[in-house]
């Protein structure tokens, strides 16, 4: 058991390590391959041309490698080698010919490995010239030649060509270098025969000269067809015409002879050795008769015109009157212009009408009188002599449909100094058709309709309304009195003209919460669309259109903002657009609003009197009661102030009611309360109001708040008792103190109050 363990170990050893060696010998590297012609790639017929496969392979190991080579030409192997040895391949091309030309590849595989040159062109020029032979150079009428063309040396695919003269007779296409065809000639006498041929050469083709000429001669056989036709001359219309075809030295041959009778493309009988034929002669259009003759390859023909004299010609079809309308009696024609008048009598060519269903009238041969139809109708004249008959060719009568009373009417709309078209139209009549147009009586201008959708326009203007009913037009087409339409009516629309923009109501009148109506008129042909705006904005404020010349914009509950300046355009269909002039409006105050403003005022006034009277009572008590303090004692000294403001002018105190004369007496002192309160009221009424306020001030005095002295005038300060004790102020220790206007010094009152800074009590 250990030593097959052994013995399979030594070979798997063996065998590893020879398939290293061979790997190892067979490592190689196809580095480049090259295929090149010699001795160049262009080259002439039988040169001997060599293609040198060359491959460059690097390769380990001193064993040769296994080679395949192979050589492509237009993409098909034409050699392939094997080989162990790396010189070059060469593949011979010897007495190279056209057929060598195109593209070559050249390609190596090594063990699986291949690499593929790049392709090279190989041009071969030349072709050898044909060669032509017949086997037979003189043959008789109808036998059969054999022509051989031979290409010497060519190889490839071809096409031969046979030529008579310089038309191709026949053409072969052959795989091999030569063609054979037989020939056929249909005429006696020499024929030059050549021939040649084209190498096909994917994509290309080489063509070769011409062959040398080979002449074949043929002589005619004394077999020849025969054709007689009686009689031979002054054949007429209705004559019996007879014809016989037949076959003259007949060379008694085993090959079977045809007979063909024919009448231009019309064959009329058939046979073998003789042929006849009857018929009527004709006189139709020159035609020849045929007599064919055909054995084997041989055709013979002989041929004859006849020509046969006309009894009568053609008939033509004519009417009367050209042009024809409905239901109207015509007269139709028809006649043979020539007939044979010495075989043949007028009495005996007779003519009919065809189809002969429709009513005719006939009073002489050939004059038919017909009745119109309704609708086209085609007739036919026959004319017919000795059982010989024509036909004319057809006559389409179309009737013509009365034009009816044409119909006036107005394409658009009219607009006064606008132009405009008027359509006049009928709607039967046949074209063409005349339209005219009046107005009045007095005619304008003339329209032909010839077309089925064409139609009779004419370009007018009018000045006034009552113009447009003037206009007529009248329709004809053909000799008959004309119809005339009936007068145009239709609206004439007249331009707008004086835009006026009315406000109610008016215009001093115009209050807050009034209805505003913005009236816009205008003179014209309505329906009319109106515009009103403001300006300022250029979107209309309202748009209507309406049938009437006027109509209203409604404003409801006007505001002061509806102030501003209106204006209204108006346009109907002339397209004239009108704006009148601008309008102005102010909204006023509403009423109820003055009256309460009024009311307002009145009782604002009445406020103010009440306020007055009240004031002016104030003051007078007030005065009173200072009176009153002067003659009562003093009073202990209290917390409060008495403070004394004059808030008006103290002129009411003015230099007559005081006494100077330099006594010490004091004003009171002369005069008693009572009286001076009654002189005191009766100067109020002249002077202005003087008011004393009692007012209590807790904080020192504000010298800048002293109010000056104007004059005379007394001022009257703030006196008040200091609580600190301050030396500002007066302390009044039981009574008020009074100041004399009479002082010794006369010009203690009449200095500046800034200088006065301890003010003086008011005084009388």
């Known amino acids: 058991m250990g030593l097959l363990l052994l013995l399979t170990s030594m070979l798997l050893s063996s065998y590893f390590h020879s398939g290293r060696v061979v790997t190892a010998q067979r490592l190689f590297k196809i580095r480049d391959i090259t295929l090149s012609i010699e001795p160049a790639p262009d080259v002439t017929r039988d040169t001997n041309v060599t293609l040198r496969c060359q491959a460059f392979v690097s390769s380990s190991g001193q064993e040769a490698l296994s080679r395949e080579y192979r050589i492509y030409k237009d993409g098909n192997t034409i050699y392939s080698k094997n080989t162990s040895t790396s010189e070059d391949l060469l593949y011979p091309l010897s007495e190279a010919r056209v057929s060598n030309s195109g593209k070559y590849k050249c390609k190596i595989s090594i063990e699986q490995k291949d690499m593929t040159s790049g392709a090279k062109k190989l041009t071969v020029a030349g072709l050898s010239k044909p060669l032509l032979h017949i086997n037979k150079d003189v043959v008789s009428e109808g036998e059969e030649v054999t022509a051989t063309c031979t290409a010497p040396g060519e190889t490839g695919s071809f096409f031969f060509y046979f030529y008579e003269d310089t038309k191709e007779i026949q053409e072969k296409q052959v795989n091999s270098n030569q063609a054979e065809a037989r020939l056929h000639f249909s005429s006696t006498g020499y024929h030059k025969i050549h021939c040649g041929y084209t190498v096909l050469v994917t994509p290309e083709s080489f063509k070769s000269k011409e062959s040398l000429s080979v002449t074949v001669s043929v002589k005619e056989l004394p077999i020849v067809a025969v054709l007689e036709i009686f009689p031979e001359s002054k054949i007429y219309e209705g004559d019996k015409l007879d014809i016989f075809c037949s076959v003259k030295n007949n060379p008694r041959s085993t090959e079977s002879i045809n007979l063909y009778l024919s009448q231009g493309?019309?064959?009329?009988?058939?046979?073998?050795?003789?042929?006849?034929?009857?018929?009527?002669?004709?006189?139709?259009?020159?035609?020849?008769?045929?007599?064919?003759l055909e054995m084997g390859n041989v055709r013979k023909f002989d041929t004859k015109a006849v020509s046969v004299t006309e009894l009568f010609s053609v008939p033509t079809l004519t009417m009367y009157p050209a042009e024809v309308f409905q239901r109207e009696y015509m007269t139709l024609n028809c006649r043979s212009e020539t007939s044979a008048s010495e075989r043949l009598d007028r009495d005996e060519l007779t003519y009919t009408l065809d189809p002969t269903e429709s009513p005719l009238i006939s009073k002489v041969n050939g004059v038919f009188s017909v009745k119109a139809l309704l609708y086209d109708f085609n007739y036919t004249c026959v004319a017919k002599a000795k059982e010989i008959v024509k036909r004319s060719e057809t006559l389409t009568v179309r009737p013509k449909v009365a034009v009816s009373t044409p119909k006036i009417s107005v394409v658009g709309r009219v607009v006064i100094g606008q132009s405009f078209k008027i359509l006049c139209q009928s709607d039967i009549g046949s074209l063409p058709i005349n339209?005219?147009?009046?107005?009045?009586?007095?005619?304008?201008?003339?329209?032909?309709?010839?077309?089925?959708?064409?139609?009779?326009?004419?370009?007018?203007?009018?000045?006034?309304?009552?113009?447009?009913?003037?206009?007529?037009?009248?329709?004809?087409?053909?000799?008959?009195?004309?119809?005339?339409?009936?007068?145009?009516?239709?609206?004439?629309?007249v331009p707008l003209t004086n835009p006026i923009l009315t406000v109610l109501p008016h215009l001093p009148e115009i209050s807050e919460g009034d209805h505003l109506y913005l009236i816009c008129g205008v003179n014209g042909t309505p329906p009319v669309t109106f515009k009103w705006y403001r300006v300022g904005n250029e979107h209309p404020l309202y748009t209507i259109t309406t049938h009437m010349n006027n109509t209203n914009y409604r404003v409801s509950a006007l505001s002061k903002e509806h102030s501003g300046m209106y204006y209204c355009e108006a346009i109907n269909h002339a397209n004239i657009l009108v704006r009148s002039d601008l309008v102005t409006i102010e909204v006023r105050l509403a009423l109820w609003k003055k009256?309460?403003?009024?009311?307002?005022?009145?009782?604002?006034?009445?406020?103010?009197?009440?306020?007055?009277?009240?004031?002016?009572?104030?003051?007078?008590?007030?005065?009173?009661?200072?009176?009153?303090l002067s003659v009562k004692p003093s009073r202990p000294k209290s917390d409060d102030s008495l403070t004394v403001n004059l808030t008006h002018d103290t002129e009411v105190y003015n230099a007559a009611t005081v006494r100077v004369e330099g006594a010490a007496v004091s004003v009171w002192s002369e005069r008693r309360p009572a009286e001076a309160n009654d002189e005191e009221s009766s100067m109020?009424?002249?002077?202005?109001?003087?008011?004393?306020?009692?007012?209590?001030?807790?904080?020192?005095?504000?010298?800048?708040?002293?109010?000056?002295?104007?004059?005379?005038?007394?001022?009257?300060?703030?006196?008040q008792n200091s609580p600190h004790g301050a030396t500002d102020h007066h302390d009044y220790q039981g009574s008020v103190e009074y100041a004399e206007l009479n002082s010794e010094q006369p010009g203690i009152n009449h200095f500046p109050p800034e200088i006065n800074h301890h003010q003086e009590l008011p005084v009388d």
């Not at 050795?273 to 004709?282: D, F, G, I, P, Q």
């Not at 005022?601 to 003051?619: E, G, P, R, T």
């Not at 004059?711 to 300060?717: A, E, N």
């Open 435 to 493: 339209y005219t147009l009046l107005w009045g009586y007095d005619q304008l201008n003339i329209t032909t309709v010839k077309e089925p959708f064409q139609q009779a326009l004419f370009t007018v203007t009018v000045r006034k309304s009552d113009e447009i009913s003037k206009y007529m037009c009248e329709a004809r087409n053909g000799q008959k009195e004309a119809p005339l339409s009936k007068r145009l009516n239709a609206t004439v629309i």
């Open 595 to 628: 009256v309460l403003i009024g009311g307002f005022c009145l009782l604002a006034l009445s406020v103010l009197v009440v306020v007055v009277v009240l004031c002016f009572k104030s003051k007078r008590g007030k005065r009173e009661a200072a009176a009153e």
């Open 265 to 292: 493309s019309q064959l009329l009988s058939s046979g073998y050795s003789t042929v006849n034929h009857s018929m009527v002669a004709l006189a139709k259009d020159p035609e020849e008769f045929e007599c064919r």
């Open 684 to 719: 109020v009424s002249n002077e202005p109001d003087v008011e004393y306020t009692e007012v209590v001030h807790p904080r020192p005095l504000d010298p800048a708040r002293v109010p000056p002295k104007k004059g005379t005038d007394t001022v009257y300060s703030e006196l």
